[in-house]
């Protein structure tokens, strides 16, 4: 099974940049890196997901060094609604049973 | 184009009774996964159905169980039911054999009194 490892919870501040850090040490071969945000009381929304090097779309950006065994989740410029927890999730949905969500990355974003 | 949507948004039953859980899948999405989210948790994979069979399923009793439809919704019925089952229930969808990620509903908020 394909575990990962990140903190419990990070604080940071409006403006800021904020990077957090997932360890997956047994991820497999064919295994995509997903993160997703959730707020109290709804689903996870998915954020970005990527298999090498580095990703970025309009919210995020992902950085996978080459040994795939860590991950890093990049927010530019948070601001207050950015506070959610964030998970990190490796694997294939074909294998659903196979991910395993952690008890994530709770962020609080002060003014 | 709808995202995946769940319904009821709450419900409250009592112990011992049964409940139907509803979830319509993302436009063009054929497989539905079930989650259980208890507060302060990560949510616990319970099931996936695909082409109307149950393909995977995690560590829950035989309770707790499912059903898809040939328009690729999906049921989650849950027996017997305990105080432990007081959770947000998640339905996600996806595409078989794709790596596209799934997509989560808001999910079912059943409260057990």
């Known amino acids: 099974l394909a575990k990962t490892t990140q903190p419990i919870s990070m604080d940071s501040y409006e403006g800021q940049e904020v990077n957090i850090t997932c360890s997956h040490n047994n991820i497999a071969t064919n295994d995509y890196i997903t993160w997703y945000q959730q707020f109290p009381s709804q689903g996870p929304r998915f954020i970005i997901q990527?298999?090498?090097t580095k990703v970025t779309n309009e919210v995020a950006s992902l950085f996978i060094p080459a040994d795939r065994k860590s991950s890093t989740l990049s927010l530019p410029r948070v601001s207050l609604s950015d506070t959610a927890v964030y998970y990190c999730l490796v694997g294939r949905y074909s294998s659903a049973s196979k991910i395993i969500f952690g008890s994530g990355t709770r962020l609080s974003i002060r003014p | 184009d709808a995202g995946v949507t769940q319904s009821p948004t709450h419900l409250i039953k009592t112990r011992g009774q049964q409940v139907t859980l509803r979830c319509s899948p993302k436009?063009?999405?054929?497989?539905v996964s079930w989650y259980q989210q208890a507060l302060g948790q990560g949510p616990q994979f319970i099931f996936q159905?695909?082409?109307?069979?149950?393909?995977q399923r995690g560590n829950f009793p035989d309770r707790f169980s499912g059903h898809q439809f040939p328009n690729y919704s999906s049921e989650l019925n849950v027996n017997a039911l305990l105080l432990g089952d007081s959770a947000l229930y998640l339905c996600?969808?996806?595409?078989?054999?794709?790596?596209?990620?799934?997509?989560f509903g808001d999910g079912t908020r059943l409260s057990i009194l």
């Open positions: 436009s063009g999405h054929d497989t």
């Open positions: 996600a969808s996806s595409v078989m054999d794709s790596n596209q990620p799934q997509h």
């Open positions: 159905y695909y082409e109307e069979e149950e393909r």
């Open positions: 990527g298999y090498k």
